[in-house]
């Protein structure tokens, strides 16, 4: 491998999807590579299943908003310039807090997760998140999410149990 890729924000060739109620933008990556990186945008409120990737260690940095991060037994307020790195195997779930969307950078060694994306979305037609989520019965989700290493084991964080980690924070 010796060719570089450099991708910038304008770049018409990075597909982007509506996955649920966020937007994700893939970022090319040089030929060969096994790194997939995502650019999400979540809106306030955004929370998935608790879930557990079994071959994925789930990572991301914060670009921009705040975040309430379920990781096991802990729990954490994160925002913008945070590293979050959570490894395969184990529970976690968040929810977007605050005032405005969140922006997150995900880097991943496998592309599992971008292939769920690539199965529940639809190709986004501009960049924004989507004003009419789109959200399959919590069965087929399941099933779907299950075949791509994503397997959910309980409900999203609830907007009490982030308030309450905020809470206790400050």
């Known amino acids: 491998m010796t060719t570089a890729v450099v991708d ?13 109620d966020t937007l994700v933008v893939e970022h090319r990556c040089a ?3 096994d790194t997939v990186v995502l650019e999400m945008t979540l809106p306030v ?11 994925l260690d ?12 379920r990781c096991g037994d802990e729990e954490l307020v994160v ?18 807090v605050g005032q405005r969307r969140a ?7 496998n592309a599992s ?9 639809t190709p986004a037609t501009e960049r924004v998140v989507p004003s009419h989520p789109m959200f399959p019965p919590m069965d087929e989700l399941a099933r779907i999410a299950a075949s791509h290493d994503l397997r959910p084991i309980g409900p999203p964080m ?7 980690v905020l809470a206790n924070a400050s």
């Open 8 to 20: 910038s924000p304008d770049n018409e060739q990075a597909q982007a999807w509506w996955f649920l």
């Open 45 to 55: 409120g955004s929370a998935p299943p608790l879930h557990v990737h079994d071959d």
């Open 158 to 164: 609830s907007a009490e149990d982030s308030d309450t």
């Open 79 to 96: 925002g913008a310039g945070h590293w979050v790195s959570m490894p395969r195997g184990v529970p976690h779930t968040f929810r977007v």
């Open 113 to 121: 997760f971008r292939d769920l994306i690539r199965a529940l979305s």
């Open 31 to 33: 030929p060969e590579m």
């Open 103 to 109: 922006r997150i950078l995900l880097v991943h060694d």
């Open 58 to 69: 789930d990572t991301w940095y914060i670009l921009e908003g705040q975040m309430v991060v």
